[in-house]
């Protein structure tokens, strides 16, 4: 059987991560995978992490199973954090999942139960993962301008006009914040504006929002979602703790479910816990569990909250110098970086340019351009700026 098998394609990031291991250059740089690392070159452990475990590691008495829908705590203060004060904060249900990709693939699933005939449009680019998680699951997958490759920002207009097109057969996939692989974020305004175009065209509203707090603040980046959330009556709402809780290898993430009411929402969890019973019937328990001790206590709420702003003000401060370091070189091409959220941006650099930026400086970037700036440190920027401008010349 295994002999008919052609060779699989290499994930273009993760791929990139064994080539970059392989280098045995003292001056290599990662700014391909995408995680969080501080000055020293770490992903580390936050402290609110550190106390929930030596905390889960004297009162846990059981590894027994937690159930098809995880830790129902867990769910809870993912339906808070992400929903609070929201007239959607009632009729929302949770189910944990192993990370955001696996939410994105359960409600991909529903979505499929519910229309198989549905869907998706993807902002163009979007993260690598949503495509080939919505076609296995059997959705149709369609694009929507997003990304002006000119201004390095995004084309309202544009982006409006192609879904304007959607109709009540499709799902329009948003970026919560932080936009994978661009960079450039929605406004509030335009948050208002596709949720009109949702309300009277029927298609329904899918965010990812896997970089909470990663871009202005908790309040700022979470604002278009709970306008959204207050002002529809169905979505689907993909979350992630990898980045604004550092629980990357603990795969602890959520699939949550807006319905235009709470039994109607309760049906379609319902859905959900079959499917996770036919795929990988439980979440892995550890990440949640600390995430909920962590939520559901002011304390470490606090310690939590003052890290995640300090990581975020360092990635904006990353931003900053790269831009200032490059204008001092007399290289004014990539401004747009410091206008960019979150983790990512995208360069506008070619192949060819990301190819010599790994072969001549032992830079590793994405085929496509992305940079990963929070995996940049202190250090590094003034080698990277003459690297950028040496490849653009």
């Not at 709420?301 to 990353?318: D, F, P």
Request: with cysteine.
């Amino acid at each position: 059987m295994f002999t008919q098998l052609s060779p699989a394609q290499p994930d273009p990031i993760l791929s990139l991560s064994l080539i970059y291991n392989a280098d045995q250059r003292d001056n290599k740089m990662d700014l391909g995978i995408g995680v969080y690392r501080n000055n020293h070159g770490q992903t580390p452990i936050m402290t609110a992490i550190s106390q929930a475990e030596q905390r889960l590691l004297q009162t846990q008495t059981t590894k027994s199973y937690v159930g098809l829908a995880g830790s129902e705590v867990f769910n809870q203060c993912m339906i808070d954090l992400l929903l609070a004060d929201t007239s959607a904060h009632c009729r929302t249900v949770g189910v944990q999942t192993p990370g955001a990709s696996g939410a994105l693939r359960m409600l991909a699933d529903l979505i499929h139960v519910a229309n198989a005939n549905t869907t998706v449009w993807l902002t163009d680019p979007s993260y690598v993962n949503h495509k080939p998680v919505m076609e296995a699951a059997g959705l149709k997958v369609k694009f929507y301008p997003y990304f002006d490759s000119v201004t390095k920002r995004v084309n309202t207009d544009a982006m409006l006009s192609t879904l304007a097109q959607a109709g009540s057969n499709d799902v329009v996939l948003l970026h919560g914040c932080c936009h994978n692989p661009t960079g450039a974020d929605i406004g509030i305004e335009d948050w208002q504006a596709i949720t009109a175009l949702a309300n009277k065209n029927g298609f329904m509203p899918f965010v990812d929002m896997a970089y909470l707090g990663f871009g202005d603040s908790l309040e700022q980046d979470g604002a278009g979602l709970k306008f959204m959330a207050d002002n529809i009556e169905e979505m689907a709402i993909a979350t992630s703790c990898s980045k604004n809780f550092g629980l990357y290898r603990e795969r602890t993430g959520a699939a949550l479910l807006v319905g235009n009411t709470i039994n109607n929402a309760q049906n379609a969890k319902g859905r959900i816990l079959t499917l996770a019973r036919a795929s990988y019937t439980m979440p892995p328990d550890h990440g949640a569990a600390l995430v909920a001790d962590i939520l559901t206590d002011t304390a470490l709420t606090a310690v939590w909250k003052q890290e995640l702003t300090m990581m975020q003000q360092r990635i904006i401060g990353l931003r900053q110098r790269l831009v200032k370091t490059l204008a001092a070189k007399g290289c004014d091409q990539f401004s747009f970086i410091a206008d960019h959220k979150g983790m990512f941006s995208m360069t506008g650099l070619s192949p060819e340019q990301i190819m010599r930026l790994r072969d001549e400086f032992a830079i590793y970037a994405v085929g496509d351009g992305r940079v990963n700036i929070a995996g940049l440190q202190e250090q590094q920027i003034d080698y990277l700026a003459d690297a950028l401008i040496a490849v653009t010349q």
